[in-house]
């Protein structure tokens, strides 16, 4: 039985968060007219192929459906909702707290499948750490969500009272494709087209990693692990390779660095396998692999409902060995997560 690392369940309006804000909140959100974050429709565009779904992500019953026919034992809901998009730190923290609640209402306690990420604003460092706190006794919720385009990277020490929240609640912290922060998502200023911003999605997640490491992040909080999901994997072996490489020349910056990058980031990070992108061919697949070193690393995920070339099976027919197939199917995530 499989453990699918990320699905996606259709994201709550405004108006179903009302009973889950405090009254405060609430009175405010309804005086101001403020609606949805436009990070949803930012991340996914109702008319994009990759979207899948009109509405950004399945219902309930299609959930249900998709797990039967994977026979998943679990699957991990993340529910991406634009929080960056708020510039109200206080209201932004408690809309997040009431996401969560509402996943606890519609989700969680209606299928004993399901666990989920813990939404949170993480430019409130502090109220991300205290939201942490807030749920770190439900087991349903097992990691900190958070989108891959940021503020500043994840490194910064901003973002420090967070990291070692989760870390101390035995959480790894799950970095998601997209964000919607208002700056330029490319290192080069405004794209014109998607695929121009799909396609750049892997240079914030290559970005966030090298902070990670470089900030020392690992090194003073042991107990830390990073996932990285929906980011693709093919672009991994040249940014360890580089890491390395650099490094050796650097080191004397960070000094706190100790050891090769690429033996930290096998150790600490995790990487969910939807979207499949090293090329078609399998000998190329297969090099990626070896490349990688992932038999810890790979997490099976089918990121339902959002459409994507190639499934787990067309693209992995005869590369893996048995073990390796079950560690990605469901033993990797059984230990990152504790189930």
Request: glycine share 8%.
């Amino acid at each position: 039985m499989r453990i699918d690392c990320d699905v996606h369940g259709r994201p709550p309006t405004m108006a179903e968060l009302m009973p889950h804000l405090d009254p405060y909140w609430a009175a405010y959100a309804e005086e101001a007219g403020i609606g949805a974050p436009a990070g949803i429709v930012a991340v996914y565009p109702p008319g994009a192929a990759t979207t899948g779904d009109p509405e950004g992500g399945a219902s309930l019953e299609a959930l249900r459906e998709h797990l039967d026919r994977q026979q998943a034992a679990h699957a991990v809901l993340n529910c991406v909702y634009g929080l960056e998009g708020l510039r109200n730190l206080d209201f932004a923290s408690a809309v997040a707290s009431a996401v969560n609640e509402w996943l606890m209402a519609e989700w969680l306690d209606r299928d004993p499948r399901l666990r989920a990420g813990i939404v949170v604003k993480a430019e409130d460092a502090a109220g991300a750490a205290a939201e942490i706190e807030r749920r770190r006794g439900d087991e349903r919720f097992l990691q900190v969500l958070l989108p891959a385009r940021s503020e500043r990277p994840y490194g910064d020490r901003s973002y420090l009272p967070l990291l070692e929240a989760a870390s101390e609640a035995g959480l790894p912290v799950a970095i998601h494709f997209g964000g919607f922060t208002g700056n330029p998502p490319t290192p080069i200023g405004w794209p014109s087209y998607y695929i121009e911003e799909y396609v750049g999605m892997a240079h914030a997640f290559e970005a966030q990693l090298t902070s990670l490491v470089a900030s020392g992040a690992f090194e003073q909080l042991p107990d830390l692990r990073v996932v990285f999901v929906e980011s693709g994997f093919a672009w991994l072996p040249s940014a360890m390779w580089r890491l390395d490489k650099e490094w050796r020349g650097l080191w004397r910056e960070i000094p706190w660095v100790k050891r090769l990058p690429s033996e930290t980031i096998r150790e600490r990070v995790s990487v969910t396998l939807q979207p499949i992108d090293p090329p078609p061919q399998r000998e190329r697949l297969a090099q990626v692999i070896e490349q990688i070193d992932c038999e810890r690393m790979l997490l099976f995920s089918s990121d339902f409902p959002h459409a994507h070339d190639r499934s787990f099976e067309q693209a992995f027919e005869g590369i893996l060995d048995p073990g390796l197939e079950r560690a990605i199917a469901a033993d990797n995530a059984r230990a990152l997560y504790r189930l």
